[in-house]
């Protein structure tokens, strides 16, 4: 199992995973959670 908490590595993770770079742990079960404010992303994307 890998345990991913920051957004921009679950990216990164999803395609290592699925071109198979973990071919000696077999397809490992991914889980994400998000410890960040949902106030702070939203007004990423919505100051300019």
């Given at each position: 199992m890998i345990e991913v908490t920051d957004?921009?590595?679950?990216s990164?993770?999803?395609v290592m995973i699925?071109?198979?770079k973990f071919s000696e742990l077999a397809r490992p079960m991914l889980v994400h959670f998000s410890c960040?404010?949902?106030d702070d992303n939203i007004s990423s994307f919505l100051i300019k």
């Open positions: 957004k921009y590595t679950l990164l993770l999803g699925r071109t198979d960040e404010r949902m």
